[in-house]
């Protein structure tokens, strides 16, 4: 592979020190969701996110081969096609891997990619099928399991509501196992959210404690919006309001509640249950 010592786009270059700018650049996208915000970059970590995202489209800015990765031929031509597209192709060592995504043993691809969302306003409520809409999520492994699990049954996209977790940590891009690229994701506050609800056609649907309905009960009506809350505080008042139908999951052991991540993937299997055939 061509190296050429300088930070052109569609170049590539070789980096062996910790403090060098590129590299900071990158561990302060990991470290700190202003960082994110600011750039509109985030880092996602592996092989298989980085041949999803190229796949998918996404821009790229950055893509780090560590010595693995320069020996196999799928990372190679992932950087060819990073390459070509104006990525700067950058040859670290292990050690440069670790320090920026602080792992002591990490995947030897890491890839710097540009944030895609949406508007409200983007919706085509006569194409939708189904949205998840979350009201301030906050742990990131469950806003990456939702994503991926919404991915997994065909989910048109999902609604980030208010102070929802960064769908662009590291810890939320891993957890989507590459859904995140393949998962439209709009962002949006409570107020906005329930403009929006009043030109929805379809039933929304949110778990809440109000619930009087199993949640087998219900007619899913395309198209429709399965609303879920915060872990400790569930939906507001505010957006339970909005919502057609309030649910509950039925339990029978002593667990007085269900993990966010595990309760919206029962809903959605039900939700999708006409769609999910073997």
């Known amino acids: 592979m061509e190296t050429r010592d300088n930070h052109r786009a569609g170049a590539v270059k070789q980096i062996t020190s910790h403090s060098n700018p590129i590299v900071k650049e990158i561990k302060g996208l990991v470290a700190q969701r202003k960082n994110r915000k600011q750039s509109g970059l985030f880092v996602a970590e592996g092989l298989k996110l980085a041949t999803d995202a190229l796949e998918a489209g996404w821009g790229v800015r950055y893509l780090a081969l560590g010595p693995e990765a320069r020996e196999n031929k799928i990372a190679l031509e992932a950087a060819a096609k990073a390459k070509a597209r104006g990525a700067l192709i950058l040859e670290v060592n292990t050690a440069v891997l670790g320090a920026i995504t602080r792992r002591d043993n990490p995947q030897m691809v890491v890839g710097v990619y540009e944030q895609q969302t949406m508007k409200l306003s983007d919706i085509d409520p006569q194409n939708a099928t189904t949205w998840i809409a979350l009201d301030r999520v906050r742990d990131p ?138």
């Open 141 to 278: 492994g469950n806003l990456g399991t939702i994503i991926r699990t919404g991915d997994a049954v065909g989910a048109d996209g999902v609604i980030l509501i208010d102070e929802t977790t960064d769908p662009f940590a590291v810890e939320t891009v891993r957890a989507t196992m590459g859904s995140l690229f393949h998962m439209p994701l709009v962002r949006c506050t409570a107020d906005e959210f329930v403009e929006f609800r009043k030109s929805w056609s379809g039933p929304v649907v949110g778990t809440h404690l109000r619930g009087t309905k199993d949640y087998r009960a219900v007619d899913y009506k395309e198209p429709v919006i399965l609303l879920m809350g915060n872990e400790q505080a569930g939906l507001s008042d505010k957006l339970a309001d909005t919502c057609s139908d309030l649910v509950k999951i039925p339990q029978a052991g002593q667990a007085d509640s269900m993990n966010l991540a595990v309760a919206t993937a029962v809903m959605l299997y039900e939700v999708r249950r006409n769609y999910l055939k073997l």
